[in-house]
């Protein structure tokens, strides 16, 4: 072993570590899902899979609200991703393009909310919904995830905005561009890395949320979304885990595969917010 591998053993090690503690638990999640009920309940776990079946997949489908509680997901996800997009590209260019009074006062009102632990807000916000009759509808799980993924929106978009040099809009005026046609021809493609990487991060936020969808959705059962009705899954199954673990990863998979599609876009966006600006 040369002096320079022994060098990095300690970090290789150690990033080793960390690696299978990460892993292991969706590794053994997939595994149970694939396993027969027999191999599960096994008393010698496996680590390797003797037998699949997708038994418990078809199950976790077959299972009562399955596709309305993934489509009520899908719609409260979507629309907080879209609304958090649209307000805060407005924000960061009047933040990075414009000069007004008051610009550093919000801007540093946005670091604080977006470093503001939001589960604070849970009693406030049901206090809110219940007064407002705004209770057990996915628009306010929209709004409320709206609320939460803007600011961290509002500074990643930011920053890349102001990487991008005004004088190239300034240019495309010059040719005859109107100012909004000069940033959604010249600007906005520049900004493509940052959108990707604030949409994935809004994704996540709204999809994997259970404290808020938990308790702003109390009567009408029929518009919960899938982390509650997951918390659920056991008593429909009773001792099925793997009808539960299927449930779990059929969960997890539109995040592991929006994540792997989009992981080297998202990376340089990450990156690139945080250097820039």
């Known amino acids: 072993m040369t002096p320079r591998a022994l060098r990095r053993l300690p970090l290789n090690t150690a990033a ?9 638990p969706v590794y053994w999640m997939v595994l149970t899902a694939f396993r027969p009920t027999r191999d599960i ?29 993934w489509r009520n997901s899908l719609l409260v996800t979507a629309g907080c991703v879209l609304l958090a997009l649209v307000v805060a590209l407005a924000a960061a260019f009047a933040v990075a393009r414009l000069r007004w009074r008051g610009r550093r006062g919000f801007v540093l009102m946005v670091f604080v909310a977006q470093v503001a632990p939001w589960e604070a807000l849970l009693i406030p916000m049901y206090v809110i919904a219940r007064d407002a009759d705004l209770l057990d509808r996915l628009a306010t799980l929209s709004l409320v995830y709206f609320m939460i993924t803007l600011p961290f929106t509002i500074v990643t978009l930011r920053s890349f905005l102001a990487a991008v040099p005004a004088e190239l809009e300034e240019a495309a005026q010059v040719d005859g561009c109107t100012r909004a046609a000069a940033f959604r021809r010249v600007t906005l493609p520049l900004l493509a890395p940052g959108l990707l990487a604030t949409s994935l991060f809004g994704f996540i936020t709204a999809w994997n949320e259970f404290a808020f969808a938990n308790m702003l959705v109390i009567k009408d059962q029929d518009d919960r979304t899938l982390p509650v009705w997951l918390s659920s899954f056991s008593n429909v199954f009773g001792t099925d885990w793997g009808a539960t673990m299927a449930a779990s990863t059929l969960f997890a998979l539109p995040v592991l595969v929006l994540f792997l599609v989009l992981q080297g876009r998202v990376a340089a966006g990450m990156t690139g917010g945080a250097v820039k600006g």
């Open 41 to 69: 309940q096994s008393e010698t776990p496996r680590f390797l899979p003797v037998s699949v079946t997708l038994e418990h997949f078809a199950n976790a489908v077959a299972a009562d609200g399955f596709w309305t509680f």
């Open 16 to 24: 080793l570590l960390v690696f299978v503690l990460a892993v292991f």
